[in-house]
């Protein structure tokens, strides 16, 4: 990439058809979908790509499929994370093999944090990625690992390691550590990003953060959020997020990553909002207010496919 990232990199799902079996026609709709959204990037194998329930074939697959599908029209980011340094590693070279833009990765982490390998593992781990490729890494830090990156770490890491300069926030009191990361990682932090569905969008953007990778469902509206706030019309970014906010907040608290297969399903992107065990479908009675509300806002996904 010539220029710095910015604006919305959302997460792609990974469509199944209804026996649980990976849905590789569905997996390019999905990709074209996404694009007619007028995202800024697409975000792959994440861990709202249920990327914990595929199969190390179907990985590849999967990341196959959309690149080719992407044929660069937009850049694709691909979530290498794992626990192993040398598949981290080897995971990072094939996705660039492949010809993705940016890779993302946690820290290591087994167990909410039981197996964490402590500050020099961590570093060490990101180094080795760092020394492998010849494309940005984006550091994904989430609660969900149970991992602590304090901001010096973080700070030090983009000061110290080539290719680590984008980073994606999302835990409480995001902007707060969004702002002390810019401050102390300076030039170095190209590529400040939040997560959460864009949740504490309105605050990140305030803190310096420069885009969002949500999910699937909405970003030609997030989309909007964000291109708004750095044009300079911050109150129409915020009447922006306010409208947005209703849909957000239930699929971050109520859906989570079953949201977005549910849209596109009804919208004749994909086949089946299949999820595959241990989770569960959603209620009718949550599936029934998603839909209402993204008719509402007249989602591209909604009727994509119709």
Known sequence: MKTPLTGILPVAPTPFHADGRLDEEGCRRVMDC?????????????????????????RDTVMRLSL???????????????????IAVERAKTAQAMGA????????????????PGEAGIYEHFKAVSD???IPIMVQDAPLSGVQLPVPMLARMARELERVRYFKLEMPYAADKLAALIEAGGDDIIGPFDGEEAVTLLADLDAGCTG??????????????VRQYRAGD????????????PLINHENRQCGLRATKTVMMEGGVIGSDHVRHPLKPMSQRTKDRLLSMARDMDLIALKWGK
């Open 234 to 245: 911050t109150d129409g970014a915020l009447k922006q997020w306010q409208y947005c906010l």
């Open 101 to 116: 833009a940016m890779v993302m990765m946690m820290p290591p982490y087994h167990g909410a944090g039981a197996f964490a």
């Open 212 to 225: 969002t990778m949500t999910s699937g469902l909405q970003p030609e509206h997030i989309g909007k959020i």
């Open 132 to 134: 492998a490729i010849s």
């Open 68 to 86: 080719e599908q992407v044929a660069g029209r937009v850049p694709v980011i691909v979530t290498i994370s794992h626990f192993y340094t040398d």
């Open 34 to 58: 996404m694009i007619d959204q007028g995202v800024d990037a697409i975000c792959i194998l994440a861990n709202y790509s249920e990327q914990f329930l595929l199969s190390d074939a179907e």
